[in-house]
Nanobody, 124 residues
């Protein structure tokens, strides 16, 4: 059983930056593809970014490509999401998730474990 705990959310002005982190425990971290999803009020949970087991491959949603960067540190069992040039529409609860498959996938139902989420609010 893998436990995921997000941190680093907060309030930031439009155009600003923020880094959220997700610490994993209870499993072999490098055995999982890791991803970030987000969910805004009244909307479905949507894919943001994912990273392969050893960090050699990443995938991004079109809406964040060029602004967000996902990375991982397998020695620290942690995955990060660096967010630049934030926009009000980036406001959401951000969740990290772990998938035991070998291929990056983008649907929430494909992921085995989830964190509790961290709120990111971007003011205009």
């Amino acid at each position: 059983q893998v436990q995921l705990v997000e941190s680093g959310g907060g309030l930031v002005q439009a155009g600003g930056s923020l880094r959220v982190s997700c610490a994993a425990s209870g499993g072999i971290f490098r055995a999982y593809i890791m991803a970030w999803f987000r969910q805004a009020p009244g909307k479905e949970r949507e894919f943001v970014a994912a990273i392969s087991r050893y960090g050699d491959s990443t995938t991004y949603a079109d809406s964040v490509k060029g602004r967000f960067t996902i990375s991982r540190d397998n020695a620290k069992n942690t995955v990060y999401l660096q967010m630049l040039r934030l926009r009000p529409e980036d406001t959401a609860v951000y969740y990290c998730a772990a998938d035991s498959s070998y291929t990056i996938r983008t649907m929430p139902g494909d992921y085995d474990y989830w964190g509790q989420g961290t709120q990111v609010t971007v003011s205009s």
